[in-house]
């Protein structure tokens, strides 16, 4: 990878882990009624995050039949991935949804790249990616308990692992359909149509209590603002680097530094203890890592 594409992908590296932390951030403080934490947090961040990319565009946007469709199935996507990973977390054990989501995003348009694009990969880049997949297992590997699991668990976790998988699968598409153009007016309808669709999902789950779940505090609005910031940055910098590299590398880096940056900055801010199969996993993805920035 160029120079370019490596501070790229480091600074979206950064800001995901950003939003990802705010977010936790986020549900652990959250007091408004129950199971209404998710489509309040994705309507408002999506919302912001739309708003952002908009100011940076001027408040132009024109956009094509292509960019518009993707864009639509997008934050669809977008929205079953929220929804997927609000259910599975109630119904199983996290340790198991998150190397399916984890392995989706990597996986999926990998396979979609290599069979519909015709992109290759290296031996070695194999090698660094399978190493990455292997790191996701092990990082997660004490997690895998099996007792008490809710009928539906595997159904939401297998939505989580398309969705997630998708929703990359589409951004890239856009992209390349599109030779390079149309990047902002792609996320604006990305996360347009998420917000509508998590706030027409907030009403029909919650009725009359919808209004009051956006009482959640001057805290929470904190972490929604941060997060959100963290996420406009993250995706338009992920366009920007889907023109340098291939999305296949650029998606299985990005979960690897997302990975190691989560778990150091929770055993530093929140004291999360880092355990030997913690410790293995992510030397493993650092390996992983490694190898794919050789390339």
């Known amino acids: 990878m160029s120079i370019t594409a490596i501070f790229m992908v480091l600074f979206c590296v950064l800001c995901y882990t950003g939003q ?3 977010n936790k951030l986020y549900a652990i403080n959250y007091t408004g009624p129950s199971g209404a ?20 565009n001027g408040f132009q946007f024109q956009i094509s039949s292509t960019t518009l469709i993707l864009g639509i199935a997008s934050g669809a996507t977008l929205f079953l991935f929220n929804l997927s990973l609000i259910k599975a977390s109630r119904s199983g054990p996290y340790a198991f949804q998150s ?10 348009p990998m396979l979609f790249c290599v069979l519909w694009w015709g992109d290759r990969l290296t031996r070695l880049q194999i090698v660094g990616i399978v190493i990455l997949l292997i790191s996701f297992v092990i990082f997660n590997l004490k997690g895998f308990r099996w007792e008490g699991i809710k009928k539906g668990y595997f159904l939401w976790v297998s939505l989580l692992f398309l969705s997630n998988g998708v929703y990359g699968i589409l951004l890239d598409s856009q992209q390349r359909l ?11 309808t990305t996360f347009f149509v998420s917000t509508l669709i998590s706030l027409v999902y907030l009403i029909i789950t919650q009725g009359k209590q919808a209004p009051k779940a956006f009482c959640m505090g001057k805290r929470n609005w904190i972490f929604t603002l941060l997060s959100s910031i963290c996420a ?19 998606y299985t880096v990005d979960n690897g530094g997302v990975l190691i940056l989560c778990a150091l900055l929770g055993a530093v801010t929140l004291h999360e203890k880092l355990e ?14 490694v190898i794919l920035g050789m390339q």
């Open 20 to 22: 990802n932390f705010f």
């Open 37 to 56: 934490e998710t489509p309040v947090f994705a309507a408002i961040y999506g919302l912001l995050t739309g708003i952002a990319t908009l100011a940076y």
């Open 99 to 108: 190397v399916m989501m984890l392995f989706g995003n990597t996986l999926l």
């Open 178 to 188: 599109m030779h390079q153009t149309q990047r902002n007016e792609m996320i604006i």
């Open 232 to 250: 406009a940055l993250a995706v338009n910098i992920l366009m920007l680097a889907l023109q340098l590299v291939p999305a296949s590398i650029l």
């Open 276 to 289: 030997k199969h913690t410790i293995t996993g992510l030397a493993a993805a650092v390996v992983g890592l």
